[in-house]
C-alpha cells in the first residue's frame, strides 16, 4: 500500500511541476500542460511494463526453456496467492538483477537477466524475484 501511495505522490508532484511551468504561458499553456499531464499519467501507468521490456529487450521464456525460474515463482506465487506473472530473459551479459512489474494483479511480468558467466544459484535468484515483489 505505501508502495501505490508513493507512486501516487510522485506523479501529482511531477503534474503540479507540469502545470506551474504551462501557467507561465497563460491559460492556453496550462492547458496544454494539462493535456500532457494527463497523457503522460496515462502511458506510465498502463504501458510502463511493456516499454521496460522493449528497452530491455527482454524475450518471453517459457516453462520448457527456464524450468528452473517457474518453479521458484510458481512458490513464490503461491506463497503470496498472487497469479503467476509472464517471464522474460534479458539477453545481457550485465550482472544478474530481476525486476517485477505487477501493475494489477492480472498483468504481471517478471524481467530476469541471466548470465552464463556466473548462473545464479536457486537460493539467490529466489530472493532476486521474490524481493521486488514483495513476496
Known amino acids: 500500500m505505501a508502495n501505490k501511495f508513493k507512486?501516487?505522490?510522485?506523479?501529482?508532484?511531477?503534474?503540479?511541476?507540469?502545470?506551474?511551468?504551462?501557467?507561465?504561458?497563460?491559460?492556453?499553456?496550462?492547458?496544454?500542460?494539462?493535456?500532457?499531464?494527463?497523457?503522460m499519467n496515462f502511458i506510465s501507468y498502463f504501458f510502463s511494463d511493456k516499454i521496460a521490456l522493449r528497452m530491455y529487450r527482454a524475450q518471453p521464456v517459457t516453462r520448457d526453456e527456464a524450468p528452473q525460474l517457474y518453479r521458484i515463482m510458481d512458490f513464490l506465487c503461491s506463497r503470496s496467492d498472487i497469479p503467476m506473472p509472464k517471464l522474460y530473459i534479458i539477453p545481457d551479459d550485465s550482472p544478474s538483477s530481476?525486476?517485477?512489474?505487477?501493475?494489477?494483479?492480472?498483468?504481471?511480468?517478471?524481467?530476469?537477466?541471466?548470465?552464463?558467466?556466473?548462473?545464479?544459484?536457486?537460493?539467490?535468484?529466489?530472493?532476486?524475484?521474490?524481493?521486488?515483489?514483495?513476496?
Open 7 to 39: 507512486t501516487v505522490l510522485l506523479l501529482g508532484l511531477l503534474t503540479g511541476i507540469i502545470l506551474f511551468i504551462g501557467s507561465f504561458w497563460g491559460r492556453q499553456g496550462l492547458t496544454v500542460a494539462l493535456i500532457f499531464s494527463i497523457a
Open 98 to 135: 530481476a525486476h517485477m512489474f505487477i501493475m494489477h494483479p492480472f498483468s504481471g511480468r517478471a524481467l530476469m537477466n541471466l548470465f552464463s558467466t556466473h548462473p545464479p544459484t536457486h537460493k539467490r535468484i529466489e530472493r532476486l524475484l521474490g524481493h521486488p515483489a514483495n513476496f
